[in-house]
């Protein structure tokens, strides 16, 4: 478990650390809360609370689109995950690990 955490840390350091993840996890979404907010063109019957939940949903799947699947691809690109591979950690840590970052930023 003590793997898991260390991984986690280093996986939440990762993503606060790309802007790129930063974008999609707090600009974006708010982006869209600040937009739809403001402008008239939600269908009758659709409240701020709604919206707020589909942003809400939004912001945890691209943070989930980004940790899971972009970051990933990057740690593959640079053989990253080869090493992980090496260590006692295994992949279903790993998955934990990404996941648990994603459940601490949101």
């Given at each position: 478990?003590?793997?898991?955490f260390v991984q986690?840390?280093?996986?939440?350091?990762t993503?606060?650390?790309?802007y790129?993840?930063?974008?999609?996890?707090?600009?974006?979404p708010?982006?869209?809360?600040?937009?739809?907010?403001?402008?008239d063109?939600l269908?009758?019957?659709?409240?701020?609370?709604?919206?707020?939940?589909?942003?809400?949903a939004?912001?945890?799947?691209?943070?989930?689109?980004?940790?899971?699947?972009i970051?990933?691809?990057?740690?593959?690109?640079?053989?990253?995950l080869?090493?992980?591979?090496?260590?006692?950690?295994?992949r279903?840590r790993?998955?934990?690990?990404?996941a648990g970052s994603?459940?601490?930023?949101?």
């Amino acid at each position: 478990m003590k793997l898991t955490f260390v991984q986690m840390r280093m996986e939440l350091s990762t993503l606060l650390r790309n802007y790129e993840q930063l974008l999609l996890v707090l600009v974006i979404p708010l982006g869209v809360l600040v937009f739809f907010g403001n402008v008239d063109v939600l269908p009758q019957g659709v409240d701020l609370a709604q919206l707020l939940a589909s942003v809400v949903a939004l912001a945890v799947m691209s943070t989930a689109m980004v940790s899971l699947g972009i970051s990933t691809g990057f740690e593959r690109s640079y053989h990253v995950l080869k090493r992980l591979g090496a260590t006692p950690l295994g992949r279903d840590r790993l998955v934990v690990a990404k996941a648990g970052s994603v459940a601490v930023v949101e």
